[in-house]
């Protein structure tokens, strides 16, 4: 049983998408649906409900849209629709986020980097999820002078850096064999401690090529020369925010789907950007990248690589036949996206 969590915004405009072209590839998937975000706050005053979280631990894999709402913004933070992405995480333990960022060759107009820069980047941001400034202590409080303050700590301990440091040097052996570290060492203790224990687990695995790099650099080596990349590893801010920049190095926020997997191989699969508030309801919103985290929820959790290899061949197919959403300079709304990919699969 697959858990589908549309979310608010654009969420349930491209998990819609992504749920016609897995009926389309002839996946007979059975899914059940149910409110998560701002959605859910509205419908029973919490934005995770106790029942949606109880549906994502006994699903197979949860497919998620994207949670945010404006409205909520003034909420007291735990019940704001964030929390419902964060909730998920840490309650069913996905620590490791795999964010893969590769240009298909047909968008190379639609990148903001020059095409033969953009013609490079192929690489894979894996992302600790279950700690750092996310999860850390954090509070407002008043400093002694009577000023208003607030504060979020940082941390990682040894265990949870050691174990997404396995998961990089693990996806770079699958892949190219070259693993760049992303921290900010110069400053941070945190960082200190996680460059020494990557440092530490890379003699576990020889054949990997590890560098380190200081996360100021690597936002500026992204848009200089993507394709030095092959997989990063870093924390969860630095990552949430180099998976953001390195999305418009490959064309859009539209294109990048995610996995994040638990150690057993149990995983929810998102597109990495948000519920866009901007184009909800419009038909703006590009599908792809819930479309290539639904095949990879295939691959990753289902052992079905054949159907994930299927679907991202007819999204290529799609954008090669010229299928584009107006985030990728075209006029295609959401669900003639949808349509192209489901043309392009028969
Ligand atoms: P966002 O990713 O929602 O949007 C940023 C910009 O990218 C907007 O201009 C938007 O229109 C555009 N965009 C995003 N996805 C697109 C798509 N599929 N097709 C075309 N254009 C797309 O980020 P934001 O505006 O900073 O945040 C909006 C809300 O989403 C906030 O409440 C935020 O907390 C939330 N958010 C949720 C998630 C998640 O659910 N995992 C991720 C990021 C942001
Ligand atoms: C993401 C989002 C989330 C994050 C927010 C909505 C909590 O930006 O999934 O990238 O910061 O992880
Ligand atoms: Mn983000």
């Given amino acids: 049983m697959i858990a589908l969590l549309p979310g608010d915004g654009i969420g349930p405009e491209v998990i819609a998408e992504a749920v016609r072209v897995l009926d389309a590839a002839g996946c007979a998937l059975d899914f059940q649906q149910a409110a998560v975000g701002g959605a859910a706050y509205r419908e029973s005053g919490h934005p995770l409900p106790e ?12 497919l998620f849209g994207a949670v945010g709402d404006p409205a909520c ?13 964060l909730g998920l995480r840490r309650e069913l333990a996905l620590f490791a986020n795999l964010r893969p960022a590769k240009l298909f060759a047909e968008l190379a107009d639609a990148s903001a980097l020059r095409p033969e820069v ?30 208003r303050q607030g504060y979020d700590v940082m941390a990682y301990d040894e265990d949870e850096v050691a174990r997404i440091a396995r998961v990089g040097f693990e996806t770079a052996m699958a892949r190219g064999r070259t693993l760049c570290s992303v921290d900010k060492a ?17 003699s576990e695995y ?22 030095q990349f092959d ?16 999305s418009m190095c490959a064309g859009s926020i539209g294109m990048l789907p995610s996995a994040s997997l638990d150690s057993a191989g149990k995983g929810l699969y998102e597109p990495i950007h948000g519920s866009a ?15 290539l985290s639904a095949a990879m929820m295939l691959r990753y959790s289902l052992g079905r690589a054949e159907e994930a ?37 028969a």
Avoid: C
Wanted: proline residues 4%; hydrophobic residues 45%; glycine residues 8%.
């Fill in 51 to 62: 029942t949606t979280l109880d549906l994502a631990r006994r699903a197979d894999a949860i």
């Fill in 73 to 85: 913004d003034t909420l007291e933070r735990r019940l704001r629709p964030e929390q419902a992405i």
């Fill in 118 to 147: 953009a013609a490079e980047i192929d690489l894979v941001i894996v992302r600790e999820l279950n700690g750092d400034v996310y999860f850390g202590e954090k509070g407002m409080r008043t400093t002694p002078a009577g000023r």
């Fill in 186 to 202: 110069n400053v941070l203790e945190t960082s200190q401690l996680w460059r020494d224990v990557v440092t530490e687990i890379a």
């Fill in 206 to 227: 020889p054949q990997v090529a590890l560098s380190h790099m200081y996360v100021d650099n690597a936002a500026m080596q992204l848009v200089r020369n993507p394709g």
């Fill in 231 to 246: 997989v990063i590893v870093t924390g969860n801010l630095f990552g949430d925010i180099l998976s953001d920049q390195a």
């Fill in 277 to 291: 508030p901007d184009i909800a309801g419009q038909g703006k919103a590009n599908p792809l990248a819930t479309i």
């Fill in 309 to 345: 290899d299927r679907i991202e061949a007819a999204v290529a197919a799609a954008l090669a036949g010229g299928a584009r959403t107006p985030d990728l300079g075209g006029t295609l709304s959401t669900s003639q996206m949808g349509d192209a990919v489901i043309e392009a699969l």
